[in-house]
């Protein structure tokens, strides 16, 4: 079945450092793929997606890029700042899939330091 | 808009109690569907449905029951709670994907839940 693997966390930076979060999946077909944020007390919105393979998806100064050749979807900010300080969730949502059904991994946790 | 409302925000629950989270969505969304959030598992899916009348199964459905009598409204129960079922609940929303492109799935504030 389908599955997203995230890195371990929690992660730890200063402002201004460089983020990467990655995430691998495993999918039948040609997946789209997501990054939810999840800020402290809040439901999940949607930050960035991906519908098919060399696509980047890029918001908010958050990019990811969908390669298919590794599985992945990794996400990556050039300079964080304290308020991007939340859990990141990467998603999928297979090919073959009615509907708006999606797999989450387990979810990192970010927190920035001034 | 509203958006996607969910009651309560808290619940502390006995064991074999039974209780209903609420959902609405004012979007006129025909996809919803209920998740449970646990530390290191991420979200994942206990019921959906996409449309009025139209309910199945996610990956972890046992304990749960939802139905749809309305486009507006998902309400999850909670038969006999138990212990496992200590966790962050979260009801989402979007268009059907028979809509062109892929439809954004919208996230409530979500309701932690406490069995004891």
């Known amino acids: 079945g389908d599955s997203v693997t995230q890195m371990e966390g929690p992660v730890t930076l200063s402002e201004e450092a460089f983020l990467t979060i990655n995430c691998t999946y495993t999918?039948?077909?040609?997946?789209?793929l997501f990054w939810y944020v999840q800020y402290p007390g809040e439901g999940l919105q949607l930050l960035l997606k991906?519908?098919?393979?060399?696509d980047k998806g890029s918001n908010k100064g958050f990019e990811a890029t969908y390669r298919k050749e590794t599985t992945s979807f990794h996400l990556e900010k050039g300079s964080v700042q304290v308020s991007d300080s939340a859990v990141y969730f990467c998603?999928?949502?297979?090919?073959?899939?009615?509907?708006?059904?999606?797999?989450f991994g387990q979810g990192t946790i970010l927190t920035v330091h001034p | 808009n509203a958006g996607v409302t969910q009651t309560p925000k808290f619940q502390v629950l006995k064991t074999g109690q039974s209780m209903t989270l609420q959902c609405a969505q004012d979007m006129n969304h025909e996809y919803m569907s209920w998740y449970r959030q646990d530390p290191g598992m991420g979200l994942r899916l206990i019921h959906y449905s996409v449309g009025a009348g139209i309910t199945d199964q996610g990956e972890v459905p046992n304990g749960y029951n939802v139905s749809r009598s309305t486009t507006e409204d998902f309400p999850l129960r909670l038969l006999s709670a138990a212990p496992s079922q200590t966790s962050v609940y979260f009801c989402?929303?979007?268009?059907?994907?028979?809509?062109?492109?892929?439809?954004?799935?919208?996230f409530g504030p979500g309701t932690r839940l406490t069995v004891l």
């Open positions: 998603a999928l949502r297979s090919g073959g899939t009615s509907y708006g059904k999606l797999t």
């Open positions: 989402a929303s979007s268009y059907s994907t028979k809509r062109v492109g892929y439809n954004e799935q919208f």
């Open positions: 999918a039948t077909g040609y997946p789209s």
């Open positions: 991906a519908t098919k393979a060399d």
